[in-house]
């Protein structure tokens, strides 16, 4: 009997230790090519818990697990993440996990991990300090698109991000113009551009305009993140727009890439970009020069830009680095053309006189250091010193023949710095993972702008001619911004995550100068000039909230939601300028909304990829033009708080690998059929002008699409792509005709065919690019000031060949 008892003792014991029997899963992470250990990579089980970190070895573990499925990631500095599964039964685990570096060719990570080609993906919950839960977000991978990245072609590139407005009037891509749901594609001004997350607009509170345009070809990816989830880069509408460079390779002493590209009208670019490490130094650097005669007539230009990052990691958990950027350009401008000068011959111009410079000196340096797996900081250091010059004839009239006058002379000098730190936690509240985000920042502006009189040569001279008696405007605009920001994730299940945020900001504007009035005889002598003093001062705090919900119901499948507060301050633009065909309101007030999303997406998928949103932005206070008659019945636009404007409509992107689909076997090969479909509408709600309640809000085509194919392997990939965007208006009146300014009016539906090959055979690639296939006579902007007034034709039918060495 007592035999008996403790028999059946000790079977209970033995029954109950292996029902709570715990595992391990241990392993090494090695840089495949160099086959060197990776330390300081992070390593964490399904949605980060648990999670650990990779010792100086490169060896990481996980103790004391339950039995099942459990999916690992990693994440590393200038590495590629991977995800395996991994299923634990009665035994430990030892996994060896090899790593490509971010800078070898994406094809092949393609092809041994993700098994994709889209050249597109999203952002993860949790990357390079920021939180993207829940937020509509967008990464593109240049390198795998077969796009014409030599002229920066914003349509091919941009290609994949549903409801981009972008406009094409500068064919070598020298300045990027996108909008989107409304906003104003003007230099990008309504979103937040960076380069490695600091600022390169001129000025980001008062003078957001992007100038500068970093290379393409140097470019490892694009990250955007859409209006109601960036309330942790800012205030504005759009979103953000953060180019992210390419990382020094990690397995190379040197690494040497050069690339030479020509085509039509002229164009010719060299591209050099040297790379490498070296112990705990390394660094990637480029050269680019870029030339072209343009499509039309005096539309030639000439641009250099130079690139330097050098980092040093002084431990695994600590690493400072350092950015230098140069451009400049000079850029000859044909000016604008009227309704009827553009459906004569849209390749004409009868403006030989203007001129646009632009030089572009950006620093920054920033330092990361992890105190551990779960917390870590960041400190960005960054600063601006450039300037833009234009001069030239631009009358009222567009059609109006140059009588070789002194020409009109603008010249901004932009001198700003600024400082951002983020601090980011991971923690636990009993079994559940919680992120939270921290950050400040405070920016710096100190600019000038300058308006009077050039001289009457036909060269690109940017002195004024009487310092005296022909300064119109002489305005200088200091201003400061500081800003607290807070974001957490609250996962409150495995499905289901709350992600609320919040943001302080302090703006302080001023605007001290004169503006003046010079009058001429019929001679073209000064007879009079008069001029006002004026100062401005606008001090202004608020708190912008937002918050996001994601769900995601099973593998692959999320559904998401977000609503945020939007702010937009008055520009230097909106508070003077000289413009002969527009007046300025001095009672301008600050812009104010909301936006909210709610969609459902695909992630981290491998034969197919979607996302479909639904989007509603209210627009309050929202400045615009309207087109009016002076006293000489004159045709001259009033800028100005236009009403509130409502936007709304369905932004939907597919893609599918149709080969892999229907052959699972193949891995070699794809063919990838996309499409981009965004149906929108607007209308203004409420407004104390004179009809404009019901109108159309401008810049808003109702069917933006973007789609194509793109097939090949390993070696050679094709693609071809059609966009279609249908009339937009360019003013809240909704005028249709131009008139003799023709910098209002409509913008007619559009499309356009693109074509693309590439080949890649040993250290060689070669590309070859047909842009407007059908060559389409259209036209994407109506533009106020330069390089106009009036209207800009896009380029016609062009092509392109480059050839690619790296060694």
Same mark, same amino acid.
């Given at each position: 009997?007592?035999?008996?008892?403790?028999?059946?003792?000790?079977?209970?014991? @033995?029954? +109950?230790?292996? @029902?709570?029997?715990?595992?391990?899963?241990?392993?090494k992470?090695?840089?495949?090519?160099?086959?060197?250990?990776?330390?300081?990579?992070?390593?964490?089980?399904?949605?980060?818990?648990?999670?650990?970190?990779?010792?100086?070895?490169?060896?990481?573990?996980?103790?004391?697990?339950?039995?099942?499925?459990?999916?690992?990631?990693?994440?590393?500095?200038?590495?590629?993440?991977?995800?395996?599964?991994?299923?634990?039964?009665?035994?430990?685990?030892?996994?060896?996990?090899?790593?490509?570096?971010?800078?070898?060719?994406?094809?092949? %990570? %393609?092809?041994?991990?993700?098994?994709?080609?889209?050249?597109?993906?999203?952002?993860?919950?949790?990357?390079?300090? $920021?939180?993207?839960?829940?937020?509509?977000?967008?990464?593109?991978?240049?390198?795998?698109?077969?796009?014409?990245?030599?002229?920066?072609?914003?349509?091919?590139?941009?290609?994949?991000?549903?409801?981009?407005?972008?406009?094409?009037?500068?064919?070598?891509?020298?300045q /990027?113009?996108?909008?989107?749901?409304? /906003?104003?594609?003007?230099?990008?001004?309504?979103?937040?551009?960076?380069?490695?997350?600091?600022?390169?607009?001129?000025?980001?509170?008062?003078?957001?305009?992007?100038?500068?345009?970093? &290379?393409i070809e140097?470019?490892?990816?694009i990250?955007?993140?859409?209006?109601?989830?960036?309330?942790?880069?800012?205030? *504005?509408? $759009?979103?953000?727009?953060?180019?992210?460079?390419?990382?020094?390779?990690q397995?190379?002493?040197?690494?040497?890439?050069?690339?030479q590209s020509?085509?039509?009208?002229?164009?010719?670019?060299?591209?050099?970009?040297?790379s490498?490490?070296?112990?705990?130094?390394?660094?990637?650097?480029?050269?680019?020069?870029?030339?072209?005669?343009?499509?039309?007539?005096?539309?030639?230009?000439?641009?250099?830009?130079?690139?330097?990052?050098?980092?040093?990691?002084?431990?695994?958990?600590?690493?400072?680095?350092?950015?230098?950027?140069?451009?400049?350009?000079?850029?000859?401008?044909?000016?604008?053309?009227?309704?009827?000068?553009?459906?004569?011959?849209?390749?004409?111009?009868?403006?030989?006189?203007?001129?646009?410079?632009?030089?572009?000196?950006?620093?920054?340096?920033?330092?990361?250091?992890?105190?551990?797996? *779960?917390?870590?900081?960041? /400190?960005?250091?960054?600063?601006?010193?450039?300037?833009?010059?234009?001069?030239?004839?631009?009358?009222?009239?567009?059609?109006?023949?140059?009588?070789?006058?002194?020409?009109?002379?603008?010249?901004?000098?932009?001198?700003?710095?600024?400082?951002?730190?983020?601090?980011?936690?991971?923690?636990?509240?009993?079994?559940?993972?919680?992120?939270?985000?921290?950050?400040?920042?405070?920016?710096?502006?100190?600019n000038?702008?300058?308006q009077?009189?050039g001289?009457?040569?036909?060269?690109?001279?940017?002195?004024?001619?009487?310092?005296?008696? +022909?300064i119109?405007?002489?305005?200088?605009?200091?201003?400061?911004?500081?800003?607290?920001?807070?974001?957490?994730?609250?996962?409150?299940?495995?499905?289901?995550?709350?992600?609320?945020?919040?943001?302080?900001e302090?703006?302080?504007?001023?605007?001290?100068?004169?503006?003046?009035?010079?009058?001429?005889?019929?001679?073209?002598?000064?007879?009079?000039?008069?001029?006002?003093?004026?100062?401005?001062?606008?001090?202004?705090?608020?708190?912008?909230?937002?918050?996001?919900?994601?769900?995601?119901?099973?593998?692959?499948?999320?559904?998401?939601?977000?609503?945020?507060?939007?702010?937009?301050?008055?520009?230097?633009?909106?508070?003077?300028?000289?413009?002969?065909?527009?007046?300025i309101?001095?009672?301008?007030?600050?812009?104010?909304?909301?936006?909210?999303?709610?969609? /459902?997406?695909?992630?981290?998928?491998?034969?197919?990829?979607?996302?479909?949103?639904?989007?509603?932005?209210?627009?309050?206070?929202?400045?615009?033009?309207?087109?009016?008659?002076?006293?000489?019945?004159?045709?001259l636009?009033?800028?100005?708080?236009?009403?509130?404007?409502?936007?709304m409509?369905?932004?939907?992107?597919?893609?599918?690998?149709?080969?892999?689909?229907?052959?699972?076997?193949?891995?070699?090969?794809?063919?990838?059929?996309?499409?981009n479909?965004?149906?929108?509408?607007?209308?203004?709600?409420?407004?104390?002008?004179?009809?404009?309640?019901?109108?159309?809000?401008?810049?808003?085509?109702?069917?933006?699409?973007?789609?194509?194919?793109?097939?090949?392997?390993?070696?050679?990939?094709?693609?071809? *792509?059609?966009?279609?965007?249908?009339?937009?208006?360019?003013?809240?009146?909704?005028?249709?005709?131009?008139?003799?300014?023709?910098v %209002?009016?409509?913008?007619?539906?559009?499309?356009?065919?693109?074509?693309?090959?590439?080949?890649?055979?040993?250290?060689?690639?070669?590309?070859?690019?047909?842009n407007n296939?059908?060559?389409?006579?259209?036209?994407?902007?109506?533009a106020?000031?330069? &390089?106009?007034?009036?209207?800009? &034709?896009?380029?016609?039918?062009?092509?392109?060949?480059?050839?690619?060495?790296?060694?």
């Amino acid at each position: 009997m007592i035999q008996s008892k403790v028999f059946k003792t000790v079977v209970f014991c @033995l029954v +109950g230790f292996g @029902l709570m029997a715990q595992y391990n899963i241990s392993g090494k992470i090695h840089a495949r090519k160099a086959g060197i250990p990776i330390s300081a990579c992070q390593v964490f089980l399904n949605q980060g818990n648990p999670m650990t970190q990779s010792n100086e070895k490169g060896e990481f573990q996980f103790k004391n697990l339950p039995k099942g499925s459990f999916v690992l990631h990693t994440l590393a500095p200038n590495f590629q993440s991977i995800q395996q599964a991994i299923s634990l039964q009665n035994k430990d685990i030892t996994v060896d996990i090899y790593l490509d570096s971010l800078n070898v060719t994406l094809n092949e %990570v %393609v092809v041994t991990q993700k098994q994709t080609d889209f050249g597109f993906t999203r952002m993860r919950a949790v990357e390079s300090m $920021g939180i993207y839960e829940g937020k509509k977000t967008e990464v593109i991978l240049p390198e795998q698109l077969v796009a014409n990245l030599a002229t920066n072609n914003a349509r091919q590139v941009f290609s994949r991000v549903a409801g981009l407005n972008i406009w094409e009037n500068d064919g070598a891509g020298l300045q /990027l113009s996108i909008g989107g749901r409304g /906003l104003d594609p003007n230099r990008t001004s309504n979103f937040n551009v960076r380069q490695n997350g600091y600022d390169i607009s001129a000025d980001a509170l008062g003078y957001p305009e992007s100038y500068y345009t970093p &290379p393409i070809e140097a470019v490892g990816r694009i990250q955007i993140v859409r209006g109601a989830a960036s309330l942790q880069y800012g205030t *504005q509408f $759009g979103g953000l727009i953060n180019f992210v460079m390419k990382k020094p390779v990690q397995d190379k002493k040197l690494e040497l890439v050069a690339r030479q590209s020509a085509g039509s009208f002229g164009f010719y670019n060299a591209f050099t970009s040297v790379s490498g490490s070296q112990n705990k130094l390394s660094y990637y650097t480029f050269f680019q020069y870029k030339r072209a005669d343009g499509w039309r007539a005096n539309s030639d230009f000439e641009s250099y830009n130079f690139y330097a990052d050098v980092d040093y990691r002084f431990s695994d958990k600590t690493s400072v680095g350092i950015d230098i950027t140069h451009m400049n350009y000079l850029a000859h401008q044909p000016g604008g053309l009227t309704d009827a000068m553009f459906a004569e011959n849209p390749r004409q111009t009868n403006r030989e006189r203007n001129w646009f410079k632009v030089n572009w000196n950006l620093w920054a340096l920033h330092l990361d250091h992890k105190f551990n797996a *779960q917390n870590e900081v960041n /400190l960005r250091l960054f600063g601006l010193s450039a300037y833009r010059k234009s001069v030239g004839f631009r009358p009222n009239r567009v059609a109006s023949v140059d009588d070789n006058s002194e020409r009109d002379l603008i010249t901004g000098d932009f001198s700003n710095w600024g400082a951002e730190a983020r601090y980011l936690k991971r923690y636990f509240i009993g079994e559940k993972l919680i992120v939270f985000l921290a950050g400040s920042r405070f920016y710096h502006g100190f600019n000038h702008s300058i308006q009077g009189l050039g001289s009457k040569g036909k060269s690109a001279d940017f002195d004024f001619i009487n310092t005296k008696e +022909g300064i119109a405007n002489d305005y200088k605009f200091p201003n400061n911004n500081t800003s607290l920001f807070f974001e957490n994730i609250f996962y409150l299940s495995d499905k289901f995550s709350i992600t609320p945020g919040l943001r302080w900001e302090y703006i302080h504007t001023r605007a001290d100068g004169f503006y003046g009035n010079i009058q001429f005889d019929l001679a073209g002598n000064i007879i009079s000039a008069t001029r006002t003093n004026e100062s401005r001062t606008n001090e202004r705090s608020f708190v912008l909230g937002g918050v996001g919900f994601s769900y995601k119901p099973k593998a692959h499948l999320e559904a998401y939601s977000n609503v945020s507060q939007n702010y937009r301050s008055i520009t230097f633009s909106d508070m003077r300028i000289a413009n002969p065909s527009s007046v300025i309101d001095p009672d301008m007030k600050d812009e104010k909304g909301y936006s909210v999303d709610l969609g /459902l997406r695909t992630y981290e998928t491998t034969i197919y990829n979607f996302d479909i949103s639904a989007f509603y932005l209210n627009y309050n206070n929202r400045i615009g033009e309207v087109q009016f008659y002076d006293a000489n019945n004159r045709v001259l636009r009033r800028r100005s708080n236009i009403g509130q404007a409502v936007i709304m409509g369905i932004e939907s992107y597919g893609e599918v690998d149709v080969l892999r689909w229907a052959l699972p076997e193949e891995q070699e090969s794809s063919a990838v059929i996309f499409a981009n479909l965004a149906f929108i509408q607007s209308e203004y709600k409420a407004s104390q002008i004179a009809g404009i309640v019901g109108k159309q809000v401008e810049f808003v085509p109702n069917v933006n699409m973007k789609t194509g194919l793109r097939i090949g392997n390993k070696k050679w990939k094709a693609s071809f *792509q059609y966009t279609y965007l249908s009339d937009q208006y360019t003013e809240a009146t909704n005028a249709k005709d131009g008139g003799v300014s023709a910098v %209002v009016g409509l913008i007619p539906a559009y499309s356009i065919m693109d074509a693309g090959i590439s080949y890649q055979f040993s250290r060689f690639k070669i590309e070859g690019n047909i842009n407007n296939l059908a060559n389409s006579m259209y036209f994407t902007r109506r533009a106020t000031g330069y &390089p106009g007034p009036g209207i800009l &034709p896009s380029d016609g039918r062009s092509f392109y060949l480059t050839v690619q060495a790296k060694f």
